[in-house]
C-alpha cells in the first residue's frame, strides 16, 4: 500500500497563504490514482477540501474554499499539492492526503498522518 506523506503545515494570520505537500511512496503508478485532501477540525468531522483525478485535468472543491485554494499534481515528483490563500479561521484543521484505491472510483483508502493548520486573527 502506498505510504502518504504530508508536509508544508504551520502557524499563519488570517489573509495568509500556505502551500500543502504530499509525497506518495515509490511501489504504484502514481500517476494512474486521483488524489485528495481532507480536513478536520476539532469536534467537526472529516470533510473533502478537494480532489484531482489522475488527469489533472478534473478538479473538485469544497463551496466554502472555492477560489481561494488550488489543487495540483506532478507525477515526476509524485507529489500532490494544495496551495492555500486568503486563509481564514475557518480553515485552521489537520489536513490529509489521500489516494483512491483504484483508478477512477473516488474511494479515498489510503491516507497520510496529517499537517496541522493553525490561522492566528
Known amino acids: 500500500q502506498v505510504q502518504l506523506v504530508e508536509s508544508g503545515g504551520g502557524l499563519v494570520q488570517a489573509g495568509g497563504s500556505l502551500r500543502l505537500s504530499c509525497a506518495a511512496s515509490?511501489?504504484?503508478?502514481?500517476?494512474?490514482?486521483?488524489m485528495a485532501w481532507f480536513r478536520q477540525a476539532p469536534g467537526k468531522e472529516r470533510e473533502l477540501v478537494a480532489s484531482?483525478?489522475?488527469?489533472?485535468?478534473?478538479?473538485y472543491y469544497l463551496d466554502s474554499v472555492e477560489g481561494r485554494f488550488t489543487i495540483s499534481r506532478d507525477d515526476v515528483k509524485r507529489t500532490v499539492y494544495l496551495q492555500m490563500n486568503r486563509l481564514q479561521l475557518q480553515d485552521m484543521a489537520v489536513y490529509y492526503c489521500?489516494?483512491?484505491?483504484?483508478?477512477?472510483?473516488?474511494?479515498?483508502?489510503?491516507w497520510g498522518q496529517g499537517t496541522q493548520v493553525t490561522v492566528s486573527s
Open positions: 489521500a489516494q483512491e484505491n483504484m483508478p477512477g472510483t473516488y474511494y479515498w483508502t489510503s
Open positions: 515509490v511501489g504504484t503508478r502514481f500517476s494512474d490514482y486521483g
Open positions: 484531482i483525478d489522475r488527469s489533472g485535468q478534473h478538479t
